[in-house]
Structure formats: C-alpha cells, structure tokens
C-alpha cells in the first residue's frame, strides 16, 4: 500500500477512534498504525526509545496548548506549551523551577470540555534569554487522560502530514 493510501486509511480509523466506534480488531490496528507511525516520525528525527517506552508514549508534537502551572511553591503559572506528548510537555517560562520540583498541571485539550489535570515534575530547564525552557514529565495517568492526550497527539501528527 502507498504511503498516501496508509494515512488516508489510517485518518479513518483515527476518527473513528476518537468516536470509540472501533472493534477490538480494528483498535488492535489502529494502536499497531499509531505505533508504525510514531516509530517511523521518531526515527526520522533520530530520536531513541527510552527503556521500556513504546514509540508513541515518546513522540513528541510541537502543538500550542494553555497550561496552569502550580509549582511546590505555590506559585501558579500559566504558559503556552511548546510541544507535549503523553508523557509530558514543555514550556517558556519567566521563573526558574529546580528539577525534581514537583507540580501540579492544568492542560486545556482542543474540542474538550474539561481540562486534563494531574500532578508532575520537573525534569528539565533550559536558559533561553531572559526565560526558560521548562520540561515537566506527567505521574501516572489514568487510561482515559492517556487516550485524551494520544488522541491530541496524533491529531496534530496527522494535520502536519501533507500526503
């Protein structure tokens, strides 16, 4: 099958999924699709899987979401993230967090009522003039934020593909 034919398929299923009218055999597909894919995106932007991670927990999208940020401090913080991904996302900051700083993230998700919540740290920060690039890795997350979050993913993966 060529390329435009996969993703025109894969866009299917997609939707579809998005509606949870999927089988148990076409889910099966659609998760096998959207590792294909991640793994394929990830290669290309030669990035390594981290132990134990499949290719679409890593991938990463460069996709402009509102997040509130509450520090341990108590500061709260809202920003635009830079990129997110199921584990995760960054951000521009004026304030400089330490790593490991644990925080609690408020991220409003497209065409969602209600915003994703859970708690988070730290794992990474940046200078960048006078801000910082701050990465927050997510704590564990039910299924169903999982899902929220792949589902933004791999809409934003699929608006960037021009096949």
């Known amino acids: 099958m060529a390329l435009r034919e996969w993703v025109a398929e894969f866009r299917k299923l997609h939707e579809r999924a998005r509606k949870k009218e999927l089988t148990d055999e076409e889910n099966t597909e659609y998760l096998r699709g959207r590792e294909e894919l991640a793994n394929a995106l990830l290669s290309a932007q030669q990035l390594d899987l981290k132990p134990g991670q499949t290719a679409r927990q890593s991938l ?31 951000a521009m900051l004026g304030y400089c967090p330490t790593v490991g700083e644990p925080a609690t993230v408020t991220l409003r998700l497209p065409d969602e009522p209600a915003p994703l919540v859970c708690k988070a740290i730290v794992s990474g920060v940046k200078r960048q003039g006078p801000a910082f690039r701050v990465s927050l890795s997510f704590g564990p997350l039910p299924a169903t934020d999982r899902d929220r979050l792949g589902f933004v993913v791999f809409d934003t993966v699929l608006e960037s593909l021009k096949v």
């Open 60 to 90: 990463r999208v460069q996709r402009t979401l509102q997040a509130d940020l509450i520090i341990s401090n108590g500061m709260t913080l809202r920003a635009m993230t830079l990129d997110i991904s199921v584990g995760g996302l960054a």
